[in-house]
T-cell receptor
Framework: DAGVIQSPRHEVTEMGQEVTLRCKPISGHDYLFWYRQTMMRGLELLIYFNNNVPIDDSGMPEDRFSAKMPNASFSTLKIQPSEPRDSAVYFC????????????????FGAGSRLTVL | GEDVEQSLFLSVREGDSSVINCTYTDSSSTYLYWYKQEPGAGLQLLTYIFSNMDMKQDQRLTVLLNKKDKHLSLRIADTQTGDSAIYFCAVLTGGGNKLTFGTGTQLKVEL
């Protein structure tokens, strides 16, 4: 398995532009998580899906952020309009309910998308 | 919500043991994890421990859990330069779905 695949790896954009980050989870995983990592706030959970359905989006900073999971193999995180304070590394992670039989909920992370908003 | 705290930096000599510490606040946490992040990469699971265990050993890694004090530690024996990375403690909360991460400890291994 290729693991969790994220694109783009790096994105530089100007304030006000729309940004779309993409994630392909591990095949067979039914949970998908979006995290944001910054120096100031560390790793924050933004939203997670179970079987393509958003379960908890309480970490989404504001209405400028939206996430979708149209099918089991693809998810997007969109920021519109982007602002300089959105600059961060955005991680996607997935896990399987089969892992959760033991209760351990082992997340596999992608390599991240580094976003810079000028 | 859950708070997970770690010290920011640790520097050790190659061959020595490293001990990375973590404290958390939610006593109902069921699983606790250690992840490693190398520069420019995602987080990689190192090990995890169930809350009814005191210790778990996995090759060079030893995890100690003091549930009374809500303190978790990761000991790396015979630390190598390849162990230089950021180490994150994480705690499972929110009904078993949410992982709350600590701030991360940057481990620097010197020759």
């Amino acid at each position: 398995d290729a693991g969790v695949i994220q694109s783009p790896r790096h994105e530089v954009t100007e304030m006000g532009q729309e940004v779309t980050l993409r994630c392909k989870p591990i095949s067979g995983h039914d949970y998908l998580f979006w995290y944001r990592q910054t120096m100031m706030r560390g790793l924050e959970l933004l939203i997670y899906f179970n079987n393509n359905v958003p379960i908890d989006d309480s970490g989404m900073p504001e209405d400028r952020f939206s996430a979708k999971m149209p099918n089991a193999s693809f998810s997007t995180l969109k920021i519109q309009p982007s602002e300089p304070r959105d600059s961060a590394v955005y991680f996607c992670a997935s896990s399987s309910h089969r892992d959760r039989v033991s209760g351990a909920n082992v997340l596999t992370f992608g390599a991240g998308s580094r976003l810079t908003v000028l | 919500g859950e708070d997970v705290e770690q010290s920011l930096f640790l520097s050790v000599r190659e061959g020595d043991s490293s001990v990375i510490n973590c404290t958390y606040t939610d006593s109902s946490s069921t699983y606790l994890y250690w992840y490693k992040q190398e520069p420019g990469a995602g987080l990689q699971l190192l090990t995890y421990i169930f809350s009814n265990m005191d210790m778990k050993q996995d090759q060079r890694l030893t995890v100690l859990l003091n549930k009374k004090d809500k303190h978790l530690s990761l000991r790396i024996a015979d630390t190598q330069t390849g162990d230089s990375a950021i180490y994150f403690c994480a705690v499972l909360t929110g009904g078993g779905n949410k992982l709350t991460f600590g701030t991360g400890t940057q481990l620097k291994v010197e020759l």
